[in-house]
């Protein structure tokens, strides 16, 4: 579904990503891992258009999306949703997920929108919300949620930009036992569900080598594996990127 060939993007003498190549199957959790400073949030931002490669391609259903528009990317099927939650905090729950209806939609926000138009956009929202945990919880803030609940959130926005691929940088960062739980088994229900595809960056490991279909290491701006998770636990060269080989989960 996503194929990534030859690419390449240095800051200044520095190689950040140096000749990548994988590729993700429809339907499979595939996580990007490796060290601080290996290259892959940059390459994310080579893959959602962030950033130009240098040399290289990405393509997206034998489309070539190399350096599109995150808004055109959106509009295929491909989202990304941040490390840093995208979620307007003052909001109610409801609103935020309202938001990202409209804006796929491109609904505007003038005050003679007929009323109908209003509740199909909610009630689809609240389908949204239903999805990920968060019914009964429409009409509280974003901010009166829960650390966990929050990233739920800003999954259901990036649930209804209507995506087939979604990429998170992250999404576990910063959370407590329970809440990593939480989230990393909505993800394999959107998957099972939905036949979503994801590219995760994560740094639990973990959680990674019980959540994903395929491993893609980086270290140093290059793939030093790329393999079902089975694999990727026995492999020499990645055990010696880890210096402190917390490969045990
Ligand atoms: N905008 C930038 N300008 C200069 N150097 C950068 C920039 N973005 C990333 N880098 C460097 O590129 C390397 C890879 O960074 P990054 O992709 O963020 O790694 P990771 O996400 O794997 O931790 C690092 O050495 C980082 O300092
Ligand atoms: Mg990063």
Known sequence: MLGVS?????????RAVS???????????????????AGKTTLFNLITGAIPPETGQVKFDQ??????TPERLTKLGLVRTFQRTSVFKKLTVLENVSLAIRSRENIGFTAWQPKWREQV????????LSTVGLAGREYVTAAQLAH??????????????KPRLILMDEPLAGMSKGDRETIGSLILGLRESMGLTFVVVEHDVGMVMRLSD??????????IADGPPDEIRDNEAVRRAYLKGDFAG
Request: cysteine-free.
């Open 63 to 68: 489309i070539d999306i190399t350096s599109w």
């Open 214 to 223: 395929r491993i893609t290491v980086m270290q140093q701006g290059a793939v």
């Open 148 to 161: 966990g609940l929050q990233r739920a959130l800003d999954i259901a926005i990036g649930l209804a930009l």
């Open 121 to 128: 956009v909610q009630d689809e929202a609240a389908e949204f």
């Open 19 to 37: 000749d990548v190549n994988f590729e993700v199957e429809k339907s499979n959790i595939h996580s990007i891992i490796g060290p601080n400073g």
């Open 6 to 14: 030859n690419i390449s993007k240095s800051f200044g003498g520095l």
